[in-house]
């Protein structure tokens, strides 16, 4: 069965071509700046890798020219279009309508609308997407998979918030969090490694990239996590401020005499570590700026590192206890550093790390000491791969 996943952006699309057989990735690629004047793919197969610079002034345009390359004579990997067996697609905010991932229909569709209330910056791209491979690939079934979905098991106590409780019931004000299908891969994946069953394990997964969430996955099921009613909240990222006092919000919209979509912005974009530093939201540019002595850079990367270890501590509490610390994503696969930095401190949980285990990059890998009672991996997430599975699974139905 060959499947191939979709994840939408506002103007970017990203593809793999997944046979599902052996999960071998046979293509992937990249469109960029969809609606810009310098639109480009970026297609890789076997190792090799073009590029096409051309105006793709929307997503439909976007779908048919990465159909295009995928059955082209040179670059291409399969024949004709139907080769592909169904196309499943990140879709970031499911809501409480969904809480695992599902064969699109009409009615689905009309609930992702009502979704996009929740993520109106996400979610309408992927709704765009699957309208662009539903016309172009009218036979061919598609399957939307959530990044909120795995968080559904999370109880009440963890994702209410301590307002009035009809914000809830009529604007569904909660924690959904999010990287569900990441969290819940990693999961599964470092179960696998140790050789016991996830339903005996009790994880903290550190999902640290340009976006960062921490999950407790408790025998399997998510029960908490950092992210909330956005992925603005929990521990500061690349642009984004993370937990922050309300009230700062607006003192500073009154003040600055601001509007919601300033204050959206300054949140949003111009915080986390890029607001501390002033120097960069990308993590190998604060530690070469720290590392050459800029003060901004190195309290930028410890009020991370601090975040971070602080909702180890209560995640752990949480679950009472933890079985497995796990990093995973850009700066938790390769962030020797800083995986260094947020673990230390933690050996009073009895989490002990291996410097020399810790100098690894990209793979799985256990890092703790042998005589570290909470286990710490490296796991590279792979959504592509979560989602082409739960796709396979429901089309196989
Ligand atoms: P992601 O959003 O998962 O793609 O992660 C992007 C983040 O990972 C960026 O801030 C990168 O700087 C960071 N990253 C990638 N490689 C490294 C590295 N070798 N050391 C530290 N951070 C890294």
Not at 106 to 128: F, G, R, T, W
Request: proline residues 4%; charged residues 20%; hydrophobic residues 40%.
């Amino acid at each position: 069965m060959i499947i191939l996943v979709v994840n939408c952006g506002s103007s970017s699309l990203k593809y793999q071509l997944i046979n599902m057989d052996n999960e071998e990735v046979m293509a992937k690629g990249l469109v960029e700046k969809i609606g810009l004047a310098d639109s480009q793919l970026t297609h890789k197969w076997s190792g090799q890798k073009k590029v096409i610079q051309q105006a793709i002034p929307d997503h439909h345009v976007a779908v048919k020219l990465v159909l295009d390359i995928l059955t082209d004579p040179q670059c291409g990997v399969i024949k004709s279009m139907d080769a592909i067996d169904a196309v499943g697609h990140r879709v970031v905010h499911g809501g409480e309508a969904f809480s695992k991932s599902t064969l699109i229909t009409d009615e689905v569709m009309q609930a992702l609308e009502k979704c996009s209330a929740y993520a109106p910056l996400h979610n309408p791209p992927n709704i765009v997407g699957i309208n662009a491979c539903k016309a172009i690939m009218p036979n061919v079934p598609q399957v939307a998979v959530f990044d909120t979905a795995f968080h559904q098991t999370m109880p009440a106590k963890a994702f209410m918030y301590g307002l009035p409780y009809e914000l809830y019931q009529k604007d569904g004000i909660r924690r959904y969090g999010f990287h569900g299908t990441s969290h819940r891969y990693v999961a599964g994946e470092v179960a696998k490694v140790m050789g016991v069953p996830v339903e005996k394990l009790r994880i903290i997964n550190c999902h640290l990239g340009n976006g960062s969430s921490l999950c407790a996955i408790k025998y399997g099921k998510s029960v908490d996590t950092t992210m909330g009613f956005t992925p603005l909240a929990g521990v500061l990222m690349g642009t984004r401020c993370g937990d922050i006092d309300p009230a700062i919000v607006t003192t500073i919209m009154e003040k600055r005499h601001l509007s919601t979509k300033d204050m959206d912005k300054l949140v949003n974009k111009e915080s986390g570590v890029l607001g501390i530093s002033g120097v960069s939201s990308d993590f190998r540019d604060l530690g070469d700026a720290a590392a050459k002595g800029n003060k901004r850079a190195q309290l930028a990367l410890d009020m991370f590192h601090y975040q971070v270890r602080k909702e180890i501590g209560a995640f752990a509490a949480a679950m009472g206890g933890v079985d497995v610390i796990t990093f995973t994503a850009g700066v938790g696969e390769n962030g020797i550093e800083d995986r260094a930095a947020i673990c230390q401190g933690l050996e009073f949980l009895g989490a002990k790390l291996d410097p020399e285990r810790n100098n690894v990059r990209g793979k799985d890998a256990l890092i703790s000491t042998d005589d570290s009672t909470v286990k710490i991996y490296v796991i590279p997430t792979n959504e592509e791969i979560m989602i082409a599975r739960d796709t396979k699974d429901i089309v196989s139905k």
